[in-house]
Structure formats: C-alpha cells, structure tokens
C-alpha cells in the first residue's frame, strides 16, 4: 500500500468525533499536524513526501470540511485560491509551521 492510499485509508478512517476533537481549534489542528509529521520523518520519509502529504490532507480539508474558526477559514480560502503550485507551496509552508513551533 503506497502512501496516497494509507492517506485516503487515515481520511476516510477518522470518526466524526475524533475529526470534531483534531479540527476544534487551530492549535488542536497544528499538534496532530506536527504529531503526524514527526511519526512520517520517523518513519525517513522525505520532507517532499511530507508536504505531498500534508498537500492531501489539506485538499481533503477543503473540499470536505467546513472551516470551524478564523484560522482554518483563511487556510481554506487561501488553498481554494491558489494553482496545483501554490497549494504545494502552501503544503511546505505549513510544515515549517508545525516544525518551528515543535
């Protein structure tokens, strides 16, 4: 099983209340993100794969999710915004936010 379908098998395996809890607050959403980004570099995963991840996820976020505060609104209004290059921009950027504040 390659990672694209470990994402969309993670994606579509997260209940209701456990995606309620993850997306509650911006800061809830940032530790799971750094949580899952130090289990992926862990795991040697590059920091490409990784923002190719988190490229997934956020893609998944906006198209499936509404946003539950300031923060997640901007971030969605900002991904449905940008092109293919912009969003994976977007990807790295918010890894080196989980990073830095990790």
Not at 10 to 23: G, R, T, V
Not at 28 to 50: D, N, P, R
Not at 84 to 89: F, I, L, T
């Amino acid at each position: 099983m390659n990672i694209d379908d470990r994402l969309d098998a993670k994606l579509n395996s997260i209940n209701s209340e456990e995606k309620e809890e993850i997306l509650k607050n911006f800061t809830t959403f940032k530790s799971y993100l750094a949580g899952k980004v130090a289990a992926g570099e862990k795991m040697g995963l590059s920091e490409e794969v990784l923002a190719k991840a988190t490229e997934k996820v956020a893609g998944y976020l906006a198209n499936h999710e509404e946003p539950r505060n300031r923060e997640e609104h901007l971030l969605q209004q900002l991904w449905k915004s940008g092109d293919k290059e912009q969003q994976h921009a977007l990807s790295h950027m918010l890894l080196n936010l989980v990073k830095n504040e990790g």
